[in-house]
């Protein structure tokens, strides 16, 4: 299969390569050679690379700083999602949207399935959201992926930020009240690679297996890392005071990707040992 990818310079994206270019033929795209804000740009390139395929992954995905650039979130997230639609779907390819458990406002005591009504906190969600809904209008073979707490070997997550912070100051401060799905991010891209080769389109919940808070997981990063003795304090989100709200409980239900593909994804430690054996490599 042919295969346009957007955003490729992420970790998703960087994950995926090694799931994709041993079985497709992949074009990958950064900001650098396609603007996803520019609707001819992404119709030109789908013109020239005939995808039967579109990963779109391009977004802003920095929650907090999101809050301060809605115009530029909604432009990239939301707008770049329309134009992604109406290039595959002028090309007749099948379209893939990542998008976030930062949908939901986190109310609801049990996990949220793929029918749940939307309601986002932040910025960052609604303009997720609003992508999602593009999507849908634009374009019937599409499928639409919401996942959480994305980490992985050498970018940026919480994992990291744990460890780090753990080296420097020798304790770690962690909110104790926000509970979602951690998902490792070499798991997630074994899944979108095994959904895109499908024709099972539709809305799929997807994370790693195990709900948590960020302090229990966090206690999970020091202990797996051998640093027991490290300090991890859990703290409230109103004491922490970011800039863009968080849901509390922001948990997915996954049972419907499970139920259509007949695999769940490995539980949460399987991908932190999986994690820190790439980092210490």
Partial sequence: MRILVTGAGGQLGEALRRVLEPRHAVVWTDREELDVRDLEAMRDCARAERPEAILHLA??????????????????????????????????????????????????????AEYDTPRPLNVYGWSKLHGERAIEA?????????????????????????????????????????????????????????????????????????????????????????????????ITSAELARPAARPARSVLDTRAYELTRGRALPHRRDGLAEFLAQRRS
């Fill in 138 to 234: 634009l374009t019937e073979r599409h499928f639409i992926v919401r996942t959480s707490g994305l980490f992985g070997a050498g970018r940026p997550c919480f994992p990291e930020a744990i460890l780090r912070a753990a080296a420097e100051r020798g304790s770690v401060r962690v909110v104790g009240d926000q509970v979602c799905r951690p998902t490792f991010v070499a798991h997630l891209a074994e899944a979108i690679g095994a959904l895109i080769e499908t024709e099972d389109y539709g809305r799929y919940h997807v994370a790693s297996a195990g709900a948590t808070s960020w302090h229990a997981f966090a206690r999970e990063i020091l202990d797996a890392a051998g640093m027991r003795r490290v300090r991890a304090e859990a």
């Fill in 59 to 112: 977004a802003v995905t920095q929650v907090d700083a999101c809050e301060s650039a809605p115009q530029m979130t909604f432009e990239v997230n939301a707008l770049g999602a329309r134009y992604a639609a109406l290039a595959a779907r002028e090309c007749g390819a099948r379209l893939l949207f990542t998008s976030t458990d930062y949908v939901f406002d986190g109310e609801q005591e049990r996990p949220y």
